[in-house]
Structure formats: C-alpha cells, structure tokens
C-alpha cells in the first residue's frame, strides 16, 4: 500500500502544472491510476478502488478535492511529503521506533533481573 500512495504522490507531484495552463491541474481518480502504472497495471496491488488511496491521502492532507472538478490534485505537504521519501520512509521510521522502543524495555528487564540478583547476592554475604 506505501507504495502505492507514493507512486499516486510522484504522479500528481509530477503533473502539477501543464505548460499552457495557468493553473494547477485536477485530475480525477481513474485518469491518475491509469497514468501512474500505465502498462504496468499488474503492479497495481488493488487498482479497482483507486478513490479509497486518493482519500487517503486527501485524509492525511497531501491532497486536495475539488468537488466541481471532481479530481483531486497534490498540495504543497504532499510535495514535500513525497519529496522526504513518503510513505516508504514514514514507515521504516515507524518500524526503528518500536525496535528502540523494544530495546529500551529489554534492557530495562536486564537491569531489574541485574538488581535483583545483585541484592541476593549482597543478602547472602550479610
């Protein structure tokens, strides 16, 4: 699905102004699936709801709506967003996060199991 939404990002990134027009384009779902994969539809992980991705990501505020144009088109959070690395990133992020989250509750257990056998050990000498 990440990359998916950051194919959709790249696409939209990548059409947002048309030489001969003066404003940023609107595309409707259908067009910007078709466009992003064009003869590569088998890498398409779920290409019959291409509206639930776009608001998805209209959700998470890289996108915008326009409901006379009914097409969808990036906003200035969606360049940057994809320009940052996108999904992909946000979630090798969120995956570093809970290991160091995992290591920091190993080794507070260590520490604890080091203290209690610490002062079994010293209780014994007494």
């Known amino acids: 699905m990440d990359k998916t939404l950051d194919d959709l990002l790249s696409y939209l990134k990548s059409v947002m102004f048309i030489e001969d027009q003066q404003y940023i384009q609107y595309l409707v779902p ?31 505020g890289y996108v915008n709506f326009d409901d006379s144009e009914n097409g969808y088109q990036i906003n200035l ?13 946000r979630s090798s992020q969120e995956n570093w996060k809970r290991c160091w ?26």
């Open 101 to 126: 989250e995992l290591i920091k509750i190993i080794a507070i257990f260590l520490n604890a199991l080091l203290l209690l056998l610490f002062t079994l050990y010293a209780s014994k000498l007494v």
């Open 77 to 89: 959070s969606g360049v940057e967003f994809i320009n940052n690395g996108g999904y992909k990133k």
């Open 30 to 60: 259908l067009d910007i699936f078709f466009f992003t994969y064009g003869e590569n539809l088998k890498d398409v992980h779920n290409y019959s709801e291409p509206k639930l991705f776009l608001e998805k990501l209209r959700t998470d």
